[in-house]
Nanobody, 121 residues
Framework: QVQLVESGGGLVQPGGSLRLSCTAS????????MGWYRQAPEKSRELVGT???????NYGDSVNGRFTISRDNAKKTVLLQMNSLKPEDTAVYYC???????????????WGQGTLVTVSS
């Protein structure tokens, strides 16, 4: 059973920084994509950033240049460093994992429970 456990959310002032962490437990493919999506109240879920096993990142337009995603493959962990936070970054942040399953010829996707980030003075 694969689980994603997030940590690091909380309240931060505008212009501040916060770091989110997500660790996968269980048996997962060594070739995968991990990352973060977010969902603000009354808005649809949007991409924050993902990173491949090889370290190639992909960011959503709204966070590019302010957020940095990284990972530790041995620990099955993905990190999100968020700088220059704005009130519009307030959302529930969800950890994400995806990998190809050869036996089913389909991608397997997993989501964390979500961690709330609030940017407010």
């Amino acid at each position: 059973q694969v689980q994603l456990v997030e940590s690091g959310g909380g309240l931060v002032q505008p212009g501040g920084s916060l770091r989110l962490s997500c660790t996968a437990s269980g048996s997962i493919s060594t070739v995968n994509v991990m990352g973060w999506y977010r969902q603000a109240p009354e808005k649809s879920r949007e991409l924050v950033g993902t990173i491949t096993t090889g370290g190639e990142p992909n960011y959503g337009d709204s966070v590019n240049g302010r957020f940095t995603i990284s990972r530790d493959n041995a620990k099955k962990t993905v990190l999100l460093q968020m700088n220059s936070l704005k009130p519009e970054d307030t959302a529930v942040y969800y950890c994400y994992l995806k990998y190809w399953v050869r036996a089913t010829l389909r991608y397997q996707e997993f989501w964390g429970q979500g961690t709330l980030v609030t940017v407010s003075s």
